[in-house]
């Protein structure tokens, strides 16, 4: 039976297959899983039918707690329920989960796992969460991809409508719920021969219903509790065969082979991993280049984890395998193994013809650590660690296992692209509508995946495209890139990722810089990179065409997406900008024509506007000059060791290279404060520039900045002696003796503009009349870069109670001129609710306790 495609991630998927099955859906929102509750909301709201010709009724609760109290009882009243959560989300769903399959309710608890908190957060994707809910009585079902997901979702609710007992239908968050993939998709049709009608009317018929009165969850004692819990076993025991029934039945509907535990790999493999989730992909990439090289290796995927089928699991494993390695994604602190590899010991005990099989136990992936092809092979040449680690270099207690430098195990013929943006600067919108114009208009496989730092905004995002004509199994980041794009100039002296490029591959850097300027701005070692490697080099000016465009000098999106489409030829040019045009109008058409022609000038702009740069001979002698991250030397030791052990290599994107010894100081958590102090990113477009002719010194510039990036400053007649040359101070009002300035931290600054927007002598009628702008946001180049040093000089002057008492503390004017203590907030550029925190610190100092949730 043929499907129709379409390009969606993971979450999609999810939401899309739940749909079909669901009449009421409880939900609250928590990251990664958010989108599927989105998804089913809108869907509701624009009147999609379910399988039964309803619309989804939508429930949103005040907590996880609440939806999954929802479920239990709309379940207990005869509605198919569904909800969609992650981590802490679904752990405090678990004393309803005891009741939901205590009483054997089908409801399906959709989840992006998630790793649970611990000694810090992390919102990334593993399997605490779920491993945490194992002893629940739910059963579990997991999926390797976006197209598992799509495919499998149906039967977790099939199986629980005639097992008559909940799933958790889970995958991995980030990897699988925020992978974009082009998959074949259901209809609600699709299913007409194989939904049991009559065990949904059974399951209704037996909804609380006062035509039939009862009485639920009534207490036992010890007499007669322990012999009920253990009436439910049959149950349990006859759930796998309904899975796999389900499964048989999708099976031959689309011609898949899924099964309770799939094997992949060599027919007589010696060594075999057990794994579940994402990994699974890249375990089978690998397998296929391991198999090329002779050598014997397999797989077992994990599909329906509970219940554990051990006969199933069993009859999975190759008669010839000598050694098997089980993937944990979670870590149980204390626990002699992890869960996945206690249950395949356990298994493979009672069967004496596995007693000779050697059982290696293995940890990967904890909040979202990539997992690549080279520590898959790592694994299977791995005869000696009973317990290892991977991806991680563990020089306290040596668990973790080497892994070589990146291997390309990708099918020939891939595209790999990369692209470095700015948060906020719709890089990753741009890509993500890229990956739907190529999936949904070509032939080809596509795939996106989205790396981000922890900032809010004005952090780097990392996108990662492939496309090719074979299906893409690579759930890992990209290291080996045809193409890589730099859509912000800093980042040449910040990241190494021209050296990531294939010879011969394709750079483009967004950049104002032409002949001499490129050659002064570009450090040696990306020159000399360049050179031996061969990479094509290409330039564009995006800033200066998103302003001819009208998009705006920060609005460079659409322009890269045009330059990327001309230089990688994906999809011939014409078609690629009719395609992008298109995608805009339905995108902005509703903003109307002028928004639209913007856009589409933008896509014009960007395809004409790439300039190629012949790489000069004289880059072949380009000398290391390192990445652009000074070592602290000021502040206390324990903030210099911080910064330079910790946070300079996380900053510079080689924080997985952090060995174990050098985390463990920081192991309960805790970190120095004030270290976003020497981050100095520098990675504003514009910033303000002070003009103290025009200044009324009402500081709402500095109040409202939400970074701290813009300061008032007082400075006595000596201290203003002492101000390094051309800084510029006036008198300032009303304190006879003292300077007064704005000083801006350029290499602070997220060019929100909010300082320069709420300055009210820019609207003073003189200066509108005259021109003249008080605060002016200007482009940050290296004259304005040199500016910094006013404010690095400023912020260590004492401070001045004086002059704070006279304006007092509790004015605008007067806590302007106070310390703040938090300062340089990875917040969104021009964020509403740090000037309130920041604001806090400077009115009540550093006696107190902050939790910003
Ligand atoms: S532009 Fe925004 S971040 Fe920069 S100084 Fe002004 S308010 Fe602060
Ligand atoms: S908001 Fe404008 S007028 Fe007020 S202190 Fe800042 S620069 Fe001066």
New binding site residues.
């Given amino acids: 039976m043929a499907r129709s495609k379409k390009t969606m991630d993971g979450n999609e998927a999810a939401a899309h297959a739940a749909y079909i099955f669901t009449d009421t859906a409880a939900i609250y929102p928590i990251t990664p899983s958010s989108p599927m509750a989105e998804h089913t909301d809108e869907w509701a709201t624009q009147g999609r039918k379910n399988y039964f010709g309803k619309t989804v009724k939508i429930v949103e609760m005040e907590s996880e707690a609440g939806a999954s109290g929802t479920v239990h009882g709309s379940l207990v009243a005869g509605a198919l329920t569904s909800t969609y959560t992650a981590s802490q989300g679904l752990l405090l769903m678990i004393p309803n989960l005891y009741k939901i399959a205590g009483e054997r309710l089908p409801g399906v608890i959709n989840v992006a796992a998630r790793c649970v908190a611990s000694h810090a957060l992390n919102i990334f994707g593993d399997h605490s969460d779920v491993y945490a809910c194992r002893q629940a009585g739910c059963a579990m079902l997991c999926e390797s991809s976006v197209q598992e997901v799509m495919d499998l979702t149906p039967v977790a609710y099939l199986s629980a409508i005639k097992g008559r007992l909940p799933f958790i239908n889970f995958f991995d968050g980030f990897r699988t719920s925020h992978e974009i993939q082009k998959i074949d998709i259901w209809s609600n049709e699709d299913f007409d021969d194989i939904i049991d009608l009559k065990a949904i009317e059974e399951f209704k018929a037996n909804a609380l219903n006062p035509n039939h009165p009862c009485e639920m969850g009534s207490a036992q004692n010890p007499d007669i509790f322990f012999q009920s819990r253990e009436s439910c076993n049959v149950v349990y025991d006859e759930l796998p065969a309904i899975v796999q029934e389900y499964m048989d039945k999708i099976n031959a509907k689309i011609g898949t082979d899924y099964k309770l535990f799939n094997y992949y790999g060599a027919a007589d493999a010696t060594h075999v991993i057990v794994a579940m989730g994402s990994v699974n992909d890249t375990i089978e990439e690998t397998i296929d280049y391991l198999a090329e090289k002779g050598e014997k290796v397999g797989l077992i995927k994990v599909r329906l984890y509970r219940p554990f089928s051990v006969q199933a699991f069993l009859d999975a494993i190759p008669a010839t395998a000598k050694t098997i390695s089980v993937l944990d994604r979670t870590k149980e602190p204390g626990s002699i193994d992890e869960p996945l590899a206690l249950d395949v010991k356990s298994a493979l005990m009672s069967d004496p013809k596995f007693k000779d099989v050697t059982v290696l136990c293995g940890r990967y992936g904890l909040g979202s650590k990539d997992t690549t092809p080279e520590q898959i092979v790592a694994v299977y040449h791995n005869t000696d660690k009973k317990k290892f680690t991977l991806g991680i270099n563990d020089d306290v207690t040596h668990l973790s296992l080497d892994a070589g430098a990146p291997l390309v195990t990708t099918p020939e013929g891939t595209v790999c692209c990369k692209f470095w943006g700015l948060g906020a600067d719709g890089t990753v919108g741009a890509n993500k509508n890229s990956i739907k114009i190529i999936g949904d208009n070509t032939d080809m496989y596509a795939q996106a995946y989205f790396d981000y730092d922890s900032k809010k905004s004005g952090g780097i995002t990392m996108s990662h495209l492939r496309f090719g004509k074979k299906a893409i199994k690579s759930t890992y980041l990209i290291h080996k890139a045809n193409f890589v794009a730099c859509h912000n100039a800093a980042y040449v002296r910040k990241y190494n990722m021209v050296q990531e490029l294939v010879d011969g591959g394709t750079f483009l850097l967004n950049c104002p810089w032409t002949g001499e300027e490129l050659d002064k701005h570009l450090p040696g070692q990306v020159k000399k990179y360049m050179y031996d490697h061969k990479i094509k080099f290409y330039t564009i000016n995006g800033t200066k065409l998103g302003i001819e465009s009208g998009m705006g000098p920060t609005r460079i999106n659409t322009i890269l997406q045009s330059a990327f489409f001309k230089l990688t030829g994906i999809i011939p040019e014409e078609k690629a900008i009719e395609l992008m045009k298109a995608a805009a109008k339905k995108t902005y058409g509703l903003k109307g024509d002028d928004v639209v022609q913007k856009n589409w000038n933008a896509i014009d702009l960007g395809a004409t506007g790439v300039v190629e740069v012949a790489i000069p001979d004289s880059w072949a002698n380009g000398k290391d000059e390192g990445l652009d991250y000074p070592a602290a030397t000021k502040g206390s030791q324990a903030q210099k060791d911080f910064v330079n052990n910790i946070q300079i290599p996380v900053s510079s994107q080689e924080g997985n290279g952090i060995p174990v010894s050098v985390v463990k100081t920081y192991m309960t958590g805790d970190t120095p404060s004030g270290t976003a102090a020497y981050e100095k990113r520098g990675v504003s477009v514009a910033v303000p520039v002070?003009?103290p002719d025009?200044?009324?010194?009402?500081?709402?510039?500095?109040y409202v900045c939400p970074h701290a990036a813009?300061r008032?400053i007082a400075l006595t007649e000596e201290e203003a002696k002492n101000a390094p040359a051309d800084m510029q101070l006036k008198d300032l009002t009303g304190m006879p003796g003292y300077k007064f300035a704005?000083v801006v931290s350029q290499m602070d600054c997220l060019g929100c503009g909010s300082?320069a927007n709420?300055?009210?002598?820019?609207k003073a009628p003189k200066n509108v009349e005259a021109g003249i702008k008080?605060?002016a946001m200007q482009t940050l180049d290296d004259e304005l870069k040199a500016q910094q040093k006013y404010f690095d000089y400023a912020v260590e002057l004492d401070p001045k109670q004086e002059v704070v008492d006279k304006f007092g503390l509790d004015t605008v004017k007067g806590s302007q001129f106070k310390q703040p203590y938090l300062e340089f907030s990875g917040a969104c550029a021009g964020c509403g609710e740090t000037p309130y925190a920041k604001l806090i610190t400077q009115l009540y100092g550093d006696r107190m306790y902050f939790n910003l949730g």
Avoid: G, R
Wanted: glycine share 0%; charged share 5%.
């Fill in positions: 002070w003009n025009t200044c009324i010194e009402c500081q709402q510039c500095s813009i008032s704005i300082c709420v300055c009210p002598a820019n008080t605060l």
